[in-house]
């Protein structure tokens, strides 16, 4: 017995010196931070794969160009798939999604009682109008004619025109004729949201992006955000910016509920959505499913991550 409790003893010595050894040598490294989503099975979300499979078909028969595909249901990401050399960490450029970040801009501003949807173009950006005042319906351009597109402009202003002007882009914009009655002709175009991106930039003294992020967007936490800007300094509303996939996923979620985010508004209060019918839903009805072929196959060059990745149906 004294030589078991003899035993014991040493065996509880050495214990307490390794414990000792190893704290000693102990660094603590706070917890790290991921930017994803959370993942989801395909299957626990009663997900059929094989119309992921189609649609990789399709993509691969038709030579269509595809960089990334990333789908999420309930907020929870189900597939991702990048065709080499994208990766889930290349940031892309979004071209026109860009005009989605200038409209929030603009929302979170009307939300905060900086602007309203009436408010006219030249009484916040007074200083561009010429020395013989507005043009012909140029101060009946109001915010909401820069939104939908209807403020009374004869074409379209592309980013490709603009970017390598190395002057004032808003100078350019007030020079421009307003023809239309605005409110009553619809011309797409690429100089709204900047003129729009200009008044938001005006009334907080941030721009655009600085404001959207002081706002809560900061907290979506995007991996590789960028907001190009114009010569002088103001995010070009019509196109620039550059994020993930999964960020602009995120940026999806995020309206799809309504401006909520983890079950809360990321800003200090949700902006209220405007009253009336609300719009009929769009209904399809897709076919049966008919793979012909597995992942591999599909997409030879690109990599895809799903959790439970189901083996492709026997052909």
């Given at each position: ?240 910016v550059k994020c993930t996939a999964e960020d602009m996923l995120k940026v999806g979620i995020l309206f799809l509920n309504k401006g909520m985010w ?29 793979p012909t072929a597995s992942p591999s196959s599909s997409c030879p060059s690109s990599t895809w991550s799903s959790p439970s990745w189901p083996a492709?149906?026997?052909?």
């Amino acid at each position: 017995m004294k030589k078991l409790l003899s035993l014991l003893l040493v065996l509880c010595l050495l214990v307490s010196l390794s414990f000792t050894a190893l704290a000693s040598n102990y660094t603590y490294t706070e917890p790290s931070k991921t930017n994803k989503l959370p993942r989801a099975s395909m299957a626990e979300k009663g997900i059929n794969s094989d119309y992921i499979f189609n649609l990789l078909e399709a993509y691969a028969r038709q030579n269509i160009e595809v960089h990334a595909i990333d789908i999420a249901v309930d907020g929870e990401v189900v597939f991702d798939c990048y065709w080499a050399p994208y990766d889930e960490d290349t940031p892309h450029i979004v071209h026109s999604l860009t005009k989605l970040f200038a409209n929030s801009a603009v929302a979170c501003a009307i939300s905060d009682g900086l602007l309203t949807l009436d408010t006219r173009m030249i009484d916040i950006l007074p200083e561009f109008v010429g020395e013989e005042g507005p043009l012909e319906n140029q101060d009946k351009v109001t915010v909401r004619n820069l939104l939908n597109m209807t403020a009374g402009y004869g074409r379209m202003i592309s980013g490709s025109e603009w970017r390598p002007l190395k002057t004032s882009w808003l100078e350019a914009f007030f020079a421009e004729p307003v023809p239309y009655e605005p409110g009553t002709h619809y011309q797409y175009s690429s100089g709204n949201p900047y003129a729009t991106s200009a008044m938001v930039q005006k009334v907080t003294g941030m721009t655009a992006e600085d404001y959207l992020m002081s706002k809560g967007f900061s907290k979506l936490n995007f991996a590789n955000f960028t907001w190009q800007k114009s010569p002088e300094g103001i995010c070009s509303g019509g196109n620039g910016v550059k994020c993930t996939a999964e960020d602009m996923l995120k940026v999806g979620i995020l309206f799809l509920n309504k401006g909520m985010w983890n079950g809360e508004p990321p800003r200090d209060r949700a902006i209220t959505p405007p009253t009336g019918a609300a719009p009929k839903p769009i209904r399809c009805t897709m076919p049966p499913a008919a793979p012909t072929a597995s992942p591999s196959s599909s997409c030879p060059s690109s990599t895809w991550s799903s959790p439970s990745w189901p083996a492709p149906p026997a052909t």
